[in-house]
């Protein structure tokens, strides 16, 4: 009898143990299709992001593509040896450098005006690059204003500076000239460039 009550003994230990180890299971399956559902549900929003920045992405360039062209082709206009992409890629530099104070326009249409879109024009004063930089007056090394790109940027900061203290003409003509009302021709020409071409 004792045998029989140890064997019983034995099937119960191990039919515990069988249903523990099947609880057990379960509760992994169970935490893991947990921790799966919420995966999936952290992918869908990481979709949702991806997919409203692509949607803003798209929308930019469909929109900016046309204004950078017109940029380019101004540029290129101006400077037949500038070759298209180049064109484009000073362009999307403008863009960058653009803002409600310094017109992607104005910016564009001052470049062909100072330097002929030329990124090596140097004035008989001295002035460097696309957008005719004085090296002295601006406290800027040669080699930072013969690099389009910088002096893109250098000569969008001094426009916005001149423009917040006198306006758009005041400021274009105060770029050309360090007087708001000096050059006046100048600011008009720059303003009518960026007009007729935008």
Avoid at 43 to 70: C, W
Avoid at 121 to 150: C, F, K, R
Wanted: charge should be negative; hydrophobic fraction near 45%.
């Amino acid at each position: 009898m004792k045998t029989n009550d140890s064997i019983k003994f034995l099937l119960l230990i191990v039919l515990a143990i069988g249903v523990a180890a099947n609880t057990a299971i379960s509760c992994f399956i169970a935490l893991q299709l947990r921790d799966d559902r919420i995966a999936l549900e952290n992918l869908g929003s990481e979709l949702q992001h991806v997919k409203e920045a692509l949607d803003v992405e798209i929308e930019l360039r469909q929109n900016l593509f046309p204004q950078l062209q017109k940029s380019a082709l101004l540029l290129q206009r101006y400077n037949p040896r500038l070759d298209y992409m180049t064109a484009l890629s000073y362009a999307y530099k403008i863009y960058e450098c653009s803002d409600e104070t310094v017109g992607f326009e104005i910016l564009s249409a001052l470049i062909v005006v100072e330097s002929g879109a030329d990124h090596r024009a140097v004035s008989n004063q001295g002035a460097l690059g696309l957008t005719q930089v004085m090296p002295d007056v601006w406290n800027h090394a040669y080699e930072t204003l013969i690099n389009p790109y910088q002096n893109i940027e250098i000569g969008a900061a001094i426009l916005r500076s001149y423009i917040g203290l006198h306006g758009l003409r005041g400021g274009l003509s105060a770029y050309n000239s360090g007087r708001k009302d000096a050059a006046l021709d100048y600011a008009h020409k720059v303003k009518r460039i960026a007009q007729l071409h935008f």
